[in-house]
C-alpha cells in the first residue's frame, strides 16, 4: 500500500511542552526505527522496534523521551518537557524484517521547533 | 556518532556533468546503502552494496566499494536539475544504519 506516514508534518511548540509525533508505517513491516537529523547532518538513531517491543532504545538521548508501538504497526515518539535542544527533523522508517540489510523506507519526516 | 563521513560537503556542477560523492567508514560492514533527500525531508533509497561486490550500477547510478580502505563512491553521470539533493551513505551496525553527514549536490541548469 502506501508509503510511510508521518504526522504532524510540522510541529511548533514552547519550551516545557509534551509533544507526540506519530509514525504510519508500511503495512506488514515489522522493523520501524526512529531517527533524529538536525540541520546539516545525518540521520542519527533513536530507538529500533521489532514487532511491539523496543529491541533497542539506546540511542533514546535522557528519559524525556519515549517511544511505544502496542499494536506493532503504528509508532508514537513522545518527548516530555521540550527543550530547544530538541528542535530537529524526526524520521521513521520500516523494513520487512528488521536488520540494515534491507532497504529501508522512509517517512517525510516530522520538523519540531522547540521555541 | 557517525561512522560515515561523505566527501565532498557541497558539490556544484553544471548540467549534464557527471558527480562523484566519496563516502568513508570506519568498521567493518556488511553492506553499505546510498540514500538521497530532497529539503530535509524523507530519505529515499537509491542503492546497496554488499560486502563482497565491488561496483553496482542503477540506470545512472554507478557505486563503488572498496573494503581494503573502507571507502564508498557514487557517481551520478549525465546529471540533470532533479539530482539536486543531500546523498548521504549508511553502514550497517547490527540491525542499526550509521549515516554519513552527507554531500550537498547542487546542479546548475
Not at chain 1, 52 to 72: C, I, K, M, W, Y
Request: proline share 4%; net charge positive.
Amino acid at each position: 500500500g502506501a508509503g510511510v506516514s508521518q504526522t504532524p508534518s510540522n510541529k511548533v511548540t514552547e519550551k516545557g511542552k509534551y509533544v507526540e509525533l506519530r509514525c504510519d508505517p508500511i503495512s506488514g513491516h515489522t522493523a520501524l526505527y526512529w531517527y533524529r537529523q538536525s540541520l546539516g547532518q545525518g540521520p542519527e538513531f533513536l530507538i529500533y522496534f521489532q514487532g511491539t517491543g523496543a529491541a533497542d532504545d539506546s540511542g533514546l538521548p535522557n528519559d524525556r523521551f519515549f517511544a511505544v508501538r502496542p499494536e506493532g504497526s503504528v509508532s508514537t515518539l513522545k518527548i516530555q518537557r521540550t527543550e530547544r535542544g530538541d528542535s530537529a527533523v524526526y524520521l521513521c522508517d520500516s523494513c520487512l524484517m528488521g536488520g540494515a540489510r534491507e532497504t529501508q523506507y522512509f517517512g517525510p519526516g516530522t520538523r519540531l521547533l522547540v521555541l | 556518532s557517525q561512522q560515515g563521513e561523505e566527501d565532498p560537503q557541497a558539490l556544484s556542477i553544471q548540467e549534464g556533468e557527471n558527480a562523484t560523492m566519496n563516502c568513508s567508514y570506519k568498521t567493518s560492514i556488511n553492506n553499505l546503502q546510498w540514500y538521497r533527500q530532497n529539503s530535509g525531508r524523507g530519505l529515499v533509497h537509491l542503492i546497496l552494496i554488499r560486502s563482497n561486490e565491488r561496483e553496482k550500477h542503477s540506470g545512472r547510478l554507478r557505486v563503488t566499494l572498496d573494503t581494503s580502505k573502507k571507502s564508498s563512491s557514487l557517481l551520478i553521470t549525465a546529471s540533470r536539475a532533479a539530482d539536486t539533493a543531500s546523498y548521504f551513505c549508511a553502514t550497517d551496525l547490527n540491525y542499526q544504519l550509521i549515516w554519513g553527514a552527507g554531500t550537498k549536490l547542487i546542479i546548475k541548469p
